[in-house]
């Protein structure tokens, strides 16, 4: 008996789905493609690779986005049309690395150096998305709006 394949890329179907996803541990590999072209099947190789060599899923996932559905990111809109897709790598939340095409060698290298040996090396009181989407959560649930100049000023 043969263990279960773990789904290699996750399509992300709306804006939420991917603010949760970024606002997470871990290394997150995002391609955004448009609508005609559809995600670059050239690099599944390499992504299936990388994928089989980490133990933690978590620490690393790869995600497909339609340019034309995400306005969550605004660089979504600079990929509505093209051919080519572009990739970025968020790790904590933060952006480290964009990748126009399907640059294999260079995908590869990049993901090797920011994927963390486990997801739990990440803080999340680090990740500005979380740290945004959380804030944003309390407000709608009827907080106040924290003043984080205060906050940084009793840091210094």
């Not at 609508?35 to 620490?59: N, Y």
């Not at 572009?86 to 640059?103: S, V």
């Not at 990049?110 to 945004?132: G, S």
Request: glycine content about 4%; aromatic content about 6%.
């Amino acid at each position: 008996m043969s263990l279960p394949i773990p789904q290699l890329q996750h399509n992300i179907p709306d804006d939420a789905a991917l603010e949760n996803r970024l606002a997470s541990k871990g290394l997150k590999v995002v391609e955004f493609y448009s609508e005609w072209a559809g995600p670059c099947r050239s690099v599944l190789p390499t992504f299936r690779r990388i994928r089989l060599d980490k133990d933690d899923e978590s620490a690393l996932l790869f995600l497909t986005v339609q340019a034309e559905l995400c306005n969550y990111l605004e660089v979504a809109k600079e990929c509505r049309g093209r051919s080519e897709p572009l990739f970025l790598l968020y790790r904590n939340g933060q952006l480290k690395a964009k990748i126009e095409g399907a640059d294999t060698p260079l995908l590869s290298s990049q993901i090797l150096a920011f994927t963390p040996p486990n997801a739990d090396v990440d803080d999340l009181e680090e990740n500005p998305l979380y740290l945004a989407k959380m804030e944003r959560e309390r407000i709608a649930k009827g907080g106040a709006v924290k003043d984080t100049k205060a906050k940084s000023s009793k840091r210094k």
